[in-house]
T-cell receptor
Framework: DQQVKQNSPSLSVQEGRISILNCDYTNSMFDYFLWYKKYPAEGPTFLISISSIKDKNEDGRFTVFLNKSAKHLSLHIVPSQPGDSAVYFCAASGAGTASKLTFGTGTRLQVTL | EAGVVQSPRYKIIEKKQPVAFWCNPISGHNTLYWYLQNLGQGPELLIRYENEEAVDDSQLPKDRFSAERLKGVDSTLKIQPAELGDSAVYLC?????????????FGEGSRLTVL
């Protein structure tokens, strides 16, 4: 049972444009959501997070939006840069299980020149 | 500050052989995790330690996998005997257990190939 889903395995965006990566979840107990970025042959690195009490969190070029009623979150990257090309994982944790992250399957983003 | 260190980075073994992976977490991080990442999938938790205590090992296949975290610092994950389906990347991560946010710091992973 995949509790965190990233339905787009890949995405290609031109440099300077907006990249939108989507994530859906099924477990209503999740209350904290994170995005991780992974380059080849490296471990995932934390990018940005959002608590369920918010609907938006922004950090520079990265913004995460949370729609609790739809159980959906998205990561916006504006403007996209070639260095953003990586696999992006959505992850979630639940109340009382803050240390246990459930990951999605990832979306490979390619930013083209 | 040094990150999470894992070794070996790559390991190729024949099926039925044993293998061990080592992890040194970020200094001061009480919580240590071992994750399994299959090709095209997200990381899946195998075991979580709070100091030297395994507090969540429900996803660890205990018939062939074992882990330990002596003295609450370094950790070792062992597979014996390895099977073809164990080919994957084994990721170690650590976090500050005082942080509620769940942000984990990952090592580069140990890629296992079982022939």
């Amino acid at each position: 049972d995949q509790q965190v889903k990233q339905n787009s395995p890949s995405l290609s965006v031109q440099e300077g444009r907006i990249s939108i990566l989507n994530c859906d979840y099924t477990n209503s107990m999740f209350d904290y959501f994170l995005w991780y970025k992974k380059y080849p042959a490296e471990g995932p690195t934390f990018l940005i997070s959002i608590s369920s009490i918010k609907d938006k969190n922004e950090d520079g070029r990265f913004t995460v939006f949370l729609n609790k009623s739809a159980k959906h979150l998205s990561l916006h990257i504006v403007p996209s840069q070639p260095g953003d090309s990586a696999v992006y994982f959505c992850a979630a944790s639940g109340a009382g299980t803050a240390s246990k992250l459930t990951f999605g399957t990832g979306t490979r983003l390619q930013v083209t020149l | 500050e040094a990150g999470v260190v894992q070794s070996p980075r790559y390991k190729i073994i024949e099926k039925k052989q044993p293998v061990a992976f080592w992890c040194n977490p970020i200094s001061g991080h009480n919580t240590l995790y071992w994750y399994l990442q299959n090709l095209g999938q997200g990381p899946e938790l195998l075991i979580r330690y709070e100091n030297e205590e395994a507090v969540d090992d429900s996803q660890l296949p205990k018939d062939r996998f074992s882990a330990e975290r002596l003295k609450g610092v370094d950790s070792t994950l062992k597979i014996q005997p390895a099977e073809l389906g164990d080919s994957a990347v084994y990721l170690c991560a650590s976090s500050n257990s005082g942080a509620h946010t769940g942000e984990l710091f990952f090592g580069e992973g140990s890629r296992l190939t079982v022939l």
